[in-house]
């Protein structure tokens, strides 16, 4: 079965430092997919940045990347230059097929709390 | 405006008495799910759409019920609510859902419910 772990329950970061968010995941599926959300305190889901097991270059999105070791199965969130709007918990989340199914199945870890501190 | 939306945001209701909360989206997706989110849970899928007609059971699909007569909406239907159903449900669609890796999903702004 598919499994997503984030390790860290609440990170703390200075304003305009970086951080890391770690993820790592579990799957027997050659082809699945990583996504990273973002939900602020007001509580909707933010889709952020998505890489894909066969990508070979880690995805980007702005100020977002997606440091991928597939060796390791890990697929940590960076956040450059943090700043105070990125407080919010942050959600890990794989789209893979079960062992012997045909449907892709979204999974999500736990979450990260991260506050950013000015 | 592609957009997900999900009627009532806030819902406080009493033990047993049927509600429905409304999901529609106009982004012609086929996939529709819905979630529920618990502290220190993380997500869960209620139960998920392919297409119309077609609804499968998710993860954690006890309680409740769904259909899917428009590709639009998928509402979720809690026949007779108890205190455990206290959440805060999210509806979300997708192109293609569980038939790609790729796809990416959108969420509703979620619908919070107290049960009494």
């Known amino acids: 079965a598919q499994k997503i772990t984030q390790t860290q329950p609440g990170m703390f970061v200075q304003e305009k430092e970086a951080v890391t968010l770690d993820c790592t995941y579990d799957?027997?599926?050659?082809?699945?997919?990583l996504f990273w959300y973002k939900q602020p305190s007001s509580g909707e889901m933010i889709f952020l940045i998505y890489?894909?097991?066969?990508?070979?270059q880690n995805a980007t999105e702005g100020r977002y990347s997606l440091n991928f070791q597939k060796a390791r199965k890990s697929a940590n969130l960076v956040i450059s230059a943090s700043q105070l709007g990125d407080s919010a918990m942050y959600f890990c989340?794989?789209?893979?097929?079960?062992?012997?199914?045909?449907?892709?199945?979204?999974?999500f870890g736990k979450g990260t709390l991260l506050t950013v501190n000015p | 405006e592609a957009q997900v939306t999900q009627n009532p945001r806030y819902l406080i209701t009493v033990t047993g008495k049927k509600l429905t909360v409304t999901c529609s989206q106009n982004?012609?997706?086929?996939?529709m799910s819905w979630y529920r989110q618990d502290p220190g849970l993380g997500l869960r899928q209620i139960y998920y759409?392919?297409?119309?007609?077609?609804?499968d059971k998710g993860d954690v699909p006890e309680g409740y019920k769904v259909s899917r007569k428009e590709k639009r909406n998928f509402p979720l239907i809690l026949e007779s609510p108890s205190p455990n159903q206290t959440s805060l449900y999210f509806c979300?669609?997708?192109?293609?859902?569980?038939?790609?890796?790729?796809?990416?999903?959108?969420f509703g702004p979620g619908t919070r419910l107290t049960v009494l």
């Open positions: 890489q894909g097991s066969y990508d070979q």
């Open positions: 759409s392919m297409n119309v007609e077609v609804t």
């Open positions: 982004m012609n997706h086929e996939y």
């Open positions: 989340a794989m789209r893979a097929r079960d062992s012997g199914g045909s449907n892709y199945k979204l999974t």
């Open positions: 799957t027997s599926d050659p082809s699945y997919g």
């Open positions: 979300a669609s997708s192109l293609r859902g569980a038939l790609s890796s790729t796809d990416t999903q959108y």
